[in-house]
């Protein structure tokens, strides 16, 4: 079950005493952050509930709230945000004898609380009071969703919203949504305020879902490839003329050449897409999305492993001479460019 729909599940009448919302996927757990608040009816002017920012709050504040006892109502919400001394992020909130006073609190919690840790990020499975929380909490974690899930969860949304597609158009809506839960999320409002309701084409999701950054440089990487030079000349000077700046393009554009160059090299060892999507995931220490493989492999196989070895090793050129203020760095991109179209031709 994913983390939104476990969520879902909980409401005032069956909130748990102690609730733990996490998850790397922060996209995803801003959702459920989100829609736990809509589910309780959080409001910051209801006295039934209790809301510390830890990177804010000073902390006895917040343990002289958790064990004192509710005064207008039966039973007392307190929201703990910010929680990040649970996780492997290294920025900390709360000193060692503070963590200590909350682990005592959470060995004899007060019974007429419920109270609910928000902690973004990886929970750190090796600090006792995660050992605590993961014993007697309930946590829900805003994990990595595979491809199949994420496919099963917005097609139910989908349907709910009163839109409807075919799996080919539902299919570019997701590669639109670049597999990514918040994006998913997000473009179907963009898709809702297109059309309110019925069968969604694929000019609809042209037409509604906006372009990101994204977008244009993978477009441009492809007219790249393909040596269309006038259409990939237009497409940067519309760029340009949005502010993006060459800087960022160079970026974007490296990080896209040196993925088809690792899928050339790995798809010369082993064969499948899911053998490679888990090496490089292992490789780079993150969780490669299975949608940017895909389409490295797609777009690689016509090249050599040389070429991209090369390509890499222009924009790492151009993107030193940016910085380093040798020329205009508009000359300097027009030239990275017609060096890429070269290696093509």
């Known amino acids: 079950m994913l983390a939104i729909e476990e969520v879902q599940l909980l409401s005032l009448e069956n909130l748990p005493a102690l609730t733990v919302i996490t998850g790397e996927d922060l996209g995803q757990y801003a959702q459920v952050k989100e829609k736990l608040l809509e589910l309780l009816h959080y409001e910051a002017s209801d006295l039934r509930f209790s809301y510390f920012d830890l990177s804010e709050s000073v902390f006895e504040e917040v343990l002289n709230d958790l064990e004192s ?3 207008f109502e039966e039973e007392k919400i307190i929201l703990v945000d910010q929680f990040l001394d649970v996780t492997t992020q290294k920025k900390n909130f709360l000193k060692e004898d503070e963590l200590k006073k909350l682990e005592a609190y959470l060995e004899h919690p007060n019974e007429t609380n419920r109270v609910i840790f928000f902690a973004p990020g990886k929970l750190d499975g090796k600090r006792r009071i995660v050992k605590l929380l993961k014993r007697d909490a309930r946590v829900i974690e805003a994990a990595s969703i595979k491809e199949a899930e994420l496919a099963s969860y ?3 949304v989908v349907q709910n ?3 409807q ?3 080919s158009v539902f299919r570019a809506f997701l590669e639109k949504s670049n597999m990514d839960f918040s994006e998913c999320h997000k473009n179907i409002q963009f898709l809702l305020a297109y059309k309110a309701s019925g069968f ?7 037409e509604a879902l906006p372009k990101t950054l994204q977008d244009n440089v993978f477009e441009l990487s492809q007219l790249l490839l393909q040596g269309k030079i006038d259409k990939a000349r237009q497409l ?3 760029l340009r003329l949005q502010g993006q700046e060459e800087v960022q393009l160079v970026a974007i554009l490296l990080n896209q050449f040196r993925i088809m160059l690792q899928v050339k090299i ?5 064969g499948g897409e899911s053998q490679i999507v888990a090496s490089l995931s292992r490789i780079l220490g993150r969780q490669v999305n299975p949608y940017q493989v895909r389409f490295a492999l797609r777009d690689s196989r016509q090249y050599s492993i040389s070429f991209f070895e090369q390509a890499v090793k222009e924009l790492i050129q151009c993107d030193f001479e940016i910085k380093s ?3 205009e760095k508009e000359y300097l991109f027009d030239l990275l460019l017609l060096r890429l179209l070269s290696f093509t031709s």
Do not use: A, H, N
Not at 200 to 206: A, F, K, M, P, R
Not at 266 to 270: E, K, N, T
């Open 266 to 270: 790995l798809s010369q060892r082993q």
């Open 161 to 163: 919203v009163g839109l």
């Open 236 to 238: 940067v000077s519309d």
């Open 69 to 71: 006892l509710p005064f």
């Open 165 to 167: 597609m075919e799996p």
């Open 200 to 206: 969604v084409t694929l000019e609809d999701i042209q």
């Open 325 to 327: 203020g040798k020329m």
């Open 154 to 156: 917005f097609s139910k």
